[in-house]
T-cell receptor, first 114, second 115 residues
Framework: KNQVEQSPQSLIILEGKNCTLQ??????????LRWYKQDTGRGPVSLTI?????NTKSNGRYTATLDADTKQSSLHITASQLSDSASYIC?????????????FGKGTMLLVSP | KAGVTQTPRYLIKTRGQQVTLSCSPI?????VSWYQQTPGQGLQFLFE???????NKGNFPGRFSGRQFSNSRSEMNVSTLELGDSALYLC??????????????FGSGTRLTVV
C-alpha cells in the first residue's frame, strides 16, 4: 500500500530562523513528488515538483530535496517569515497504465513566532 | 485567469440531511477531483471526473456521489449526513485526468459542519 509519512507533525520556530520538514514515502512506481503549502481555511498551493531525476528544486526561500534511492524528501525554509505559518503537505504520485494517483501525507503544521 | 471556485464556503447541516457542493474549474481544465480533509486523516481522495465521466474513485461509502457537467463544472452530493462527515471538502482542477505532471489547482474549499 502506498504511504507518505511526514515529520514532525508540528513545529514552532522563531521568525528569521531556518527549518527543515521531512517526507518519507513508499509509493511505487514513483512519478513525481510535490510540496504544497496550505494556509488555514484555504486550499493547498503547490511550492515545488520533482521527478525521479531531480534532487533539488527551489522556489524563493523554499528548497526541496529528493533522494529517490532512500525515498526521502525534505523541504527547507530559509529566513522564515510570519506568513510561512501554514500546513506543508507532501504529495507523491505514482503512475500505473498511464494513470497517476496521488498519495498525501498528513502534513506538518508550522508556526512562525515573532 | 480565474482560479477554482467552490461554493458555498461554509455550510451547517443536520444529521440525516443531504448536501450538494459545487466546483467550477479553471477555464480549459477538464478534470475535477474531490477530496475530504479532516485533522486526523489529512486529505483523502473521493473521486475524479473527466469529460462528464467518473475516472477514479476513492474508498468512501455510496452516500458520497458526484457528477460533472458539459462545461466541466462539478458537483458532489453527500446524503444521509453523519457527524463524521464534518470536514473541509476541496476540489482540484487539472487539464487532464490522471496526469499529475500537469499539476492540480485547488479551490479554497467548502467547510461542512454536521450537527
Amino acid at each position: 500500500k502506498n504511504q507518505v509519512e511526514q515529520s514532525p507533525q508540528s513545529l514552532i520556530i522563531l521568525e528569521g530562523k531556518n527549518c527543515t520538514l521531512q517526507c518519507n514515502y513508499t509509493v511505487s512506481p514513483f512519478s513525481n513528488l510535490r510540496w504544497y503549502k496550505q494556509d488555514t481555511g484555504r486550499g493547498p498551493v503547490s511550492l515545488t515538483i520533482m521527478t525521479f531525476s531531480e534532487n533539488t528544486k527551489s522556489n524563493g526561500r523554499y528548497t526541496a530535496t529528493l533522494d529517490a534511492d532512500t525515498k526521502q524528501s525534505s523541504l527547507h525554509i530559509t529566513a522564515s517569515q510570519l506568513s510561512d505559518s501554514a500546513s506543508y503537505i507532501c504529495v507523491v504520485s505514482d503512475v500505473n497504465s498511464g494513470y497517476s494517483t496521488l498519495t498525501f501525507g498528513k502534513g506538518t503544521m508550522l508556526l512562525v513566532s515573532p | 485567469k480565474a482560479g477554482v471556485t467552490q461554493t458555498p464556503r461554509y455550510l451547517i447541516k443536520t444529521r440525516g440531511q443531504q448536501v450538494t457542493l459545487s466546483c467550477s474549474p479553471i477555464s480549459g481544465h477538464r478534470s475535477v477531483s474531490w477530496y475530504q480533509q479532516t485533522p486526523g486523516q489529512g486529505l483523502q481522495f473521493l473521486f475524479e471526473y473527466f469529460s462528464e465521466t467518473q475516472r477514479n474513485k476513492g474508498n468512501f461509502p455510496g452516500r458520497f456521489s458526484g457528477r460533472q457537467f458539459s462545461n466541466s463544472r462539478s458537483e458532489m452530493n453527500v446524503s444521509t449526513l453523519e457527524l463524521g462527515d464534518s470536514a473541509l471538502y476541496l476540489c482540484a482542477s487539472s487539464l487532464w485526468a490522471g496526469r499529475s505532471d500537469y499539476g492540480y489547482t485547488f479551490g479554497s474549499g467548502t467547510r461542512l459542519t454536521v450537527v
